[in-house]
Protein backbone atom coordinates (compact mmCIF):
# COMPACT_ATOMS: atom_id res chain seq x y z
CA UNK A 1 0.00 0.00 0.00
CA UNK A 2 3.19 2.02 1.06
CA UNK A 3 4.42 1.75 -1.91
CA UNK A 4 1.24 2.62 -3.98
CA UNK A 5 1.14 5.97 -2.23
CA UNK A 6 -1.29 4.99 0.48
CA UNK A 7 -1.05 5.39 4.12
CA UNK A 8 -2.56 2.72 6.12
CA UNK A 9 -4.47 3.74 9.11
CA UNK A 10 -7.39 3.40 11.84
CA UNK A 11 -10.48 5.76 11.64
CA UNK A 12 -11.49 5.36 15.86
CA UNK A 13 -15.39 5.94 15.14
CA UNK A 14 -18.40 6.26 17.98
CA UNK A 15 -19.05 2.41 17.58
CA UNK A 16 -16.02 0.71 16.33
CA UNK A 17 -12.48 1.42 14.37
CA UNK A 18 -12.28 0.45 10.89
CA UNK A 19 -8.95 -0.11 9.12
CA UNK A 20 -8.42 2.72 6.48
CA UNK A 21 -5.70 4.04 3.80
CA UNK A 22 -5.26 7.36 2.47
CA UNK A 23 -4.02 8.59 -0.53
CA UNK A 24 -0.67 10.66 1.11
CA UNK A 25 -0.54 13.76 -1.26
CA UNK A 26 -4.16 14.26 -0.89
CA UNK A 27 -3.53 14.19 2.95
CA UNK A 28 -0.58 15.98 2.89
CA UNK A 29 -2.52 18.48 1.23
CA UNK A 30 -5.27 19.03 3.63
CA UNK A 31 -2.77 19.43 6.78
CA UNK A 32 -0.77 21.73 5.22
CA UNK A 33 -4.06 24.19 5.16
CA UNK A 34 -4.42 27.49 7.74
CA UNK A 35 -6.02 24.65 10.15
CA UNK A 36 -2.68 22.27 9.65
CA UNK A 37 -2.70 19.31 12.08
CA UNK A 38 -6.20 20.14 13.63
CA UNK A 39 -8.12 20.41 10.13
CA UNK A 40 -11.37 18.67 9.83
CA UNK A 41 -11.54 15.82 7.39
CA UNK A 42 -13.98 14.51 5.91
CA UNK A 43 -13.57 10.36 6.06
CA UNK A 44 -16.22 8.48 3.57
CA UNK A 45 -15.39 4.65 4.18
CA UNK A 46 -15.44 2.04 1.49
CA UNK A 47 -19.07 1.14 0.02
CA UNK A 48 -20.57 4.47 2.24
CA UNK A 49 -21.95 7.74 1.07
CA UNK A 50 -21.94 9.33 4.44
CA UNK A 51 -18.86 11.26 5.38
CA UNK A 52 -17.45 10.76 9.19
CA UNK A 53 -15.97 14.01 10.13
CA UNK A 54 -12.82 13.36 11.74
CA UNK A 55 -9.74 14.79 12.91
CA UNK A 56 -5.82 13.60 13.31
CA UNK A 57 -5.34 11.60 16.27
CA UNK A 58 -1.62 10.32 16.11
CA UNK A 59 1.05 9.82 13.23
CA UNK A 60 3.94 7.79 12.52
CA UNK A 61 7.11 9.15 10.27
CA UNK A 62 9.13 7.18 8.77
CA UNK A 63 12.89 8.18 10.93
CA UNK A 64 14.94 8.34 8.07
CA UNK A 65 12.80 9.48 5.01
CA UNK A 66 10.48 11.24 7.45
CA UNK A 67 7.43 10.20 4.96
CA UNK A 68 4.03 9.49 7.04
CA UNK A 69 3.37 5.98 7.55
CA UNK A 70 0.21 5.13 9.49
CA UNK A 71 -2.19 7.41 10.95
CA UNK A 72 -4.76 7.50 13.49
CA UNK A 73 -8.26 9.51 12.96
CA UNK A 74 -10.64 9.99 15.75
CA UNK A 75 -14.36 10.77 14.82
CA UNK A 76 -16.23 13.62 15.87
CA UNK A 77 -19.10 15.63 16.07
CA UNK A 78 -18.85 19.09 14.89
CA UNK A 79 -21.54 20.73 17.73
CA UNK A 80 -19.88 19.07 20.46
CA UNK A 81 -16.61 20.54 21.70
CA UNK A 82 -12.93 18.59 22.12
CA UNK A 83 -9.53 18.62 23.59
CA UNK A 84 -6.37 19.44 21.66
CA UNK A 85 -2.80 20.98 22.00
CA UNK A 86 -2.13 24.57 20.33
CA UNK A 87 1.51 25.49 19.83
CA UNK A 88 1.80 28.53 21.06
CA UNK A 89 4.19 31.13 19.37
CA UNK A 90 5.91 34.17 21.25
CA UNK A 91 6.14 37.49 19.12
CA UNK A 92 8.49 40.02 19.19
CA UNK A 93 12.10 40.91 21.41
CA UNK A 94 11.60 41.46 25.16
CA UNK A 95 13.45 44.47 26.56
CA UNK A 96 15.08 42.36 28.78
CA UNK A 97 17.22 40.93 26.03
CA UNK A 98 18.05 44.16 25.01
CA UNK A 99 19.60 44.85 27.79
CA UNK A 100 21.56 41.34 27.67
CA UNK A 101 18.88 39.05 29.17
CA UNK A 102 18.08 35.44 27.88
CA UNK A 103 14.15 34.73 26.89
CA UNK A 104 13.51 31.54 27.55
CA UNK A 105 9.98 29.68 26.20
CA UNK A 106 9.03 27.14 29.07
CA UNK A 107 5.97 25.66 27.54
CA UNK A 108 5.62 25.37 23.43
CA UNK A 109 2.25 23.75 23.72
CA UNK A 110 -0.79 24.79 26.07
CA UNK A 111 -4.55 21.99 25.83
CA UNK A 112 -7.32 23.62 25.21
CA UNK A 113 -10.81 22.99 24.52
CA UNK A 114 -13.03 23.81 21.71
CA UNK A 115 -15.62 22.77 19.09
CA UNK A 116 -14.19 20.99 16.44
CA UNK A 117 -13.85 24.06 13.45
CA UNK A 118 -12.88 26.43 16.17
CA UNK A 119 -9.78 25.05 17.06
CA UNK A 120 -6.91 27.55 16.79
CA UNK A 121 -3.67 26.49 14.90
CA UNK A 122 -1.88 28.11 17.30
CA UNK A 123 -1.99 30.87 19.69
CA UNK A 124 0.44 34.43 19.61
CA UNK A 125 1.57 36.04 22.90
CA UNK A 126 3.75 39.14 22.92
CA UNK A 127 6.48 39.30 24.88
CA UNK A 128 7.90 42.73 23.80
CA UNK A 129 7.21 44.37 27.02
CA UNK A 130 8.98 41.41 29.22
CA UNK A 131 11.88 42.78 31.35
CA UNK A 132 14.45 41.29 33.28
CA UNK A 133 13.36 38.93 35.25
CA UNK A 134 9.96 38.56 34.34
CA UNK A 135 7.89 35.68 33.86
CA UNK A 136 5.02 35.17 31.45
CA UNK A 137 2.41 33.16 32.54
CA UNK A 138 -1.10 31.52 31.20
CA UNK A 139 -3.37 33.76 32.68
CA UNK A 140 -1.50 36.49 30.16
CA UNK A 141 -2.50 34.60 27.15
CA UNK A 142 -5.29 36.17 25.41
CA UNK A 143 -7.59 33.43 23.54
CA UNK A 144 -11.08 33.23 21.44
CA UNK A 145 -13.44 33.71 23.36
CA UNK A 146 -14.74 30.43 22.43
CA UNK A 147 -11.92 28.31 23.18
CA UNK A 148 -11.07 27.40 26.71
CA UNK A 149 -7.87 26.60 28.43
CA UNK A 150 -7.44 23.37 30.60
CA UNK A 151 -4.16 24.04 31.91
CA UNK A 152 -3.61 25.90 34.97
CA UNK A 153 -3.41 29.54 34.77
CA UNK A 154 -1.34 30.60 37.28
CA UNK A 155 1.56 27.62 37.71
CA UNK A 156 1.85 27.53 33.88
CA UNK A 157 5.16 29.39 33.17
CA UNK A 158 5.41 30.37 28.87
CA UNK A 159 8.11 32.31 28.95
CA UNK A 160 10.98 33.88 31.55
CA UNK A 161 13.75 36.42 30.55
CA UNK A 162 16.67 35.85 32.78
CA UNK A 163 20.25 36.92 32.95
CA UNK A 164 22.49 35.29 31.17
CA UNK A 165 24.32 32.03 34.07
CA UNK A 166 27.91 32.91 34.37
CA UNK A 167 30.32 29.61 33.84
CA UNK A 168 33.64 29.40 35.72
CA UNK A 169 36.47 27.65 33.89
CA UNK A 170 36.79 24.05 34.41
CA UNK A 171 40.46 24.26 34.09
CA UNK A 172 41.03 27.24 36.93
CA UNK A 173 39.15 25.44 38.97
CA UNK A 174 40.70 21.91 38.46
CA UNK A 175 44.03 23.64 38.92
CA UNK A 176 43.46 25.24 42.41
CA UNK A 177 42.11 21.99 43.79
CA UNK A 178 45.24 20.02 43.02
CA UNK A 179 47.15 22.83 44.58
CA UNK A 180 44.94 22.26 47.90
CA UNK A 181 45.72 18.15 47.60
CA UNK A 182 49.23 18.70 46.83
CA UNK A 183 50.13 21.03 49.85
CA UNK A 184 52.02 18.85 52.52
CA UNK A 185 52.52 16.02 50.65
CA UNK A 186 56.42 15.38 50.01
CA UNK A 187 56.49 14.32 46.68
CA UNK A 188 53.98 13.82 44.00
CA UNK A 189 54.69 10.42 43.78
CA UNK A 190 54.68 9.32 46.97
CA UNK A 191 52.31 8.68 49.84
CA UNK A 192 52.56 10.26 53.23
CA UNK A 193 54.76 8.49 55.52
CA UNK A 194 56.65 6.85 52.60
CA UNK A 195 59.72 9.24 52.95
CA UNK A 196 60.15 7.66 56.37
CA UNK A 197 59.64 4.11 56.13
CA UNK A 198 62.51 4.49 53.67
CA UNK A 199 64.69 5.97 56.65
CA UNK A 200 64.04 3.37 58.99
CA UNK A 201 64.96 0.70 56.29
CA UNK A 202 68.34 2.39 55.87
CA UNK A 203 68.92 1.90 59.32
CA UNK A 204 67.94 -1.81 59.79
CA UNK A 205 70.03 -2.12 56.73
CA UNK A 206 72.98 -0.90 59.20
CA UNK A 207 72.81 -3.29 61.45
CA UNK A 208 75.73 -5.41 62.74
CA UNK A 209 73.90 -8.66 62.92
CA UNK A 210 71.28 -8.37 60.18
CA UNK A 211 72.03 -9.18 56.86
CA UNK A 212 72.34 -6.20 54.25
CA UNK A 213 69.05 -4.72 53.40
CA UNK A 214 66.82 -6.67 56.01
CA UNK A 215 65.99 -6.06 59.62
CA UNK A 216 67.02 -8.06 62.41
CA UNK A 217 63.81 -10.00 64.08
Request: glycine share 10%; net charge negative.
Given at each position: ??????????????????????????????????????????????????????????????????????????????????????????????????EG??????????????????????????????????????????????????????????????????????????????????????????????????AG?????????????????
Amino acid sequence: MRKQGLIPGVLYGRSKPHAICVAERELRHVLTTSAGLHAILDVVLEGQKSTHPSVLKEYQLDPIRGKLTHIDLQEVRLDQPIQASVTVNLIGEPVGVKEGGVLSQVSREVNVEALPMEIPEHLDVDVSGMQLGDTLRLTELTVPGNVKLLDDLETTVLATVTMPTRVEEPEEALEEGEEAELEGVPSAEQPEGAAEGEAGTGDAASGESGEPGTAEG
